[in-house]
């Protein structure tokens, strides 16, 4: 059955480095997105992207992060000086159509700043 | 504005108990509600949903009623297995904002554990 992966599933950065999580979602899927959830809080909508542009961002998706789909299968989130407060599970998505309810995530990266 | 909230965990059952997991949200529109589930190691998954009040949404066994005059979407199964064991995250898009891709609000998730 076709799945969203994401690597690494750990990663451990220290605080002002970049960072970039890599997401391969389903082959024949056309909408891509980026959640995350600081632990013990609420999962929270980062940004969508299709057609190569952003969709669609929320108020924390600031200039330190941005989006790639650099060639036809990965889909990256890249933080560019992280911070203490970027330390959470970042979950990918991908759907085949416009409805969210036919999203698919994937198993999420852990990311630890020290 | 959007958002939810599910009753906080963990909850720790036997084998067979009835699981009731509460959800409720608030819209500024028309909102889909959905139960995704994440078990141990892999990604969400889409349990059920339901896209207009007092539809029922249901698979596996669980099952949610889109309770308009409540807002509320509350998820329950008649007799839970060591295998449901998981995170449930309860979920809502919200049609009305004309968001050309859908945009997700989750709840915080809540953490079962079934013992046999």
């Known amino acids: 059955e076709p799945e969203v992966t994401q690597t690494p599933s750990h990663q451990v950065t220290q605080m002002g480095q970049e960072v970039i999580l890599r997401c391969v979602p389903i082959?024949?899927?056309?909408?891509f997105y980026w959640y995350r959830q600081i632990l013990g809080q609420k999962v929270e909508f980062l940004v969508s992207f299709y057609n190569n542009e952003i969709s669609e961002k929320s108020e924390i998706f600031d200039d330190q992060f941005s989006v790639e789909r650099p060639d036809g299968s990965n889909f990256t989130l890249k933080i560019r000086s992280t911070k203490l407060e970027d330390s959470a599970m970042y979950f990918c998505?991908?759907?085949?159509?416009?409805?969210?309810?036919?999203?698919?995530f994937g198993q999420g990266t852990r990311l630890t700043v020290v | 504005g959007n958002s939810v909230t599910q009753m906080e965990g963990p909850v720790t059952l036997s084998e067979e108990a009835f699981l009731t997991i509460n959800c409720t949200y608030t819209?500024?529109?028309?909102?889909?509600l959905f139960w995704y589930v994440q078990y141990p190691g892999e990604g969400l998954q889409l349990l059920l949903k339901?896209?207009?009040?007092?539809d029922k949404g249901s698979n596996k066994g669980f099952e949610a009623t889109y309770r308009k005059e409540t807002t509320s979407f509350h998820l329950e199964k008649g007799s839970v297995q060591v295998s449901d064991s998981a995170v449930y995250f309860c979920a809502l898009s919200d049609r009305a904002r004309g968001s050309t891709l859908g945009r997700l609000y989750f709840g915080r998730g809540t953490q079962l554990t079934v013992w046999p």
């Open positions: 998505a991908s759907s085949e159509h416009v409805m969210a309810t036919e999203a698919f």
């Open positions: 339901a896209t207009k009040a007092d």
């Open positions: 082959s024949n899927h056309l909408y």
């Open positions: 819209a500024t529109g028309y909102p889909s």
